[in-house]
């Protein structure tokens, strides 16, 4: 399996995302929203995209379906809910289908409400696993529940499904927001070394070369993963008394979710 990571620059901070087969060629892209960048990189590897993936149905994600369609007759999937919301869409996915590139690469679809209801993430169980994980996790984040989703699901695909996966599986997101979610971490956990290193390591990190986090560091780095830490929680309740001296790991994601939110 290739994976290739394209930056779109955009004020939205978007990746985009192209996966080849190195036997045939093919390739899936990944919420292209930058058709063109897309269409450029694959036909600058001799790739042909033959499958377009989005992760949910909103439009910075879905926006480029049309120009790789009409530029290559691909066949557009999505979570099986979706149809209304996307349109022209080929293929339905849910939880445990497989969605196959050329003759090697096999990815598992995951069905990850929470940022919306009809969200998923691509799963590839190589010796190398990768999560493509849209709106649902980000580097050192987690995704918002502003348009149609729900924190208390967000949770449970947090808990249920990400947390369960193995600590060398790579995490390919829908946005560069690291830095942002760093400085949050910090701000709820401030003797976080490990994300205090990683901050001052990456402030001038180039997008078109992004650090690609592996679901273990994730786990030190970010505070939707860490609701047992003391320090979390201590900060917690210091602002919200409410909570308890010892709240329950839903009650702190869906505190921190809210903050977020506002920081």
């Not at 480029?64 to 009409?70: E, L, Q, R, T, Y």
């Not at 009809?118 to 996790?137: A, Y």
């Not at 994300?195 to 986090?213: G, S």
Request: one cysteine or more; a negative charge; proline letters at 5%.
């Amino acid at each position: 399996m290739i994976v290739e990571q394209i930056w779109t620059g955009n004020a939205y901070r978007n990746f985009n995302y192209l996966i080849a087969c190195p036997e045939t060629g093919d390739a899936l892209a990944i919420d292209p929203l930058d058709y063109e960048k897309c269409l450029a990189v694959a036909a600058d590897r001799g790739w042909s995209i033959t499958q377009v993936l989005n992760t949910h149905e909103h439009g910075d994600h879905t926006g480029g379906n049309k120009g790789i369609v009409n530029a290559t007759g691909a066949k557009v999937i999505a979570h099986k809910n979706a149809h209304k919301r996307i349109p022209n869409m080929d293929r339905g996915v849910g939880a445990g289908d497989i969605v196959n590139v050329g003759k090697t690469v096999e990815l598992e679809c995951l069905d990850t409400p929470g940022h919306t209801m009809c969200h998923i993430c691509l799963l590839s169980r190589t010796d190398e696993p990768g999560l493509f994980s849209g709106d649902t996790l980000f580097n050192a984040g987690a995704g918002n529940c502003h348009n149609g989703g729900h924190p208390n699901e967000l949770y449970d695909t947090f808990q249920q499904q990400l947390d369960t996966l193995g600590d060398n599986t790579r995490i390919y997101p829908g946005h560069d927001y690291l830095l942002n979610n760093l400085a949050f971490t910090l701000d709820r956990e401030p003797d976080n070394t490990v994300a205090a290193t990683m901050i001052e390591n990456f402030k001038n990190q180039d997008p078109d070369d992004a650090l690609i986090t592996t679901l273990g560091q994730e786990k030190e780095i970010n505070a939707f993963f860490r609701l047992q830490n003391p320090s979390v929680i201590a900060s917690l309740v210091a602002e919200f008394p409410e909570l308890g001296d010892s709240p329950d790991a839903r009650s702190v994601f869906l505190k921190l979710r809210e903050l977020r939110n506002n920081w």
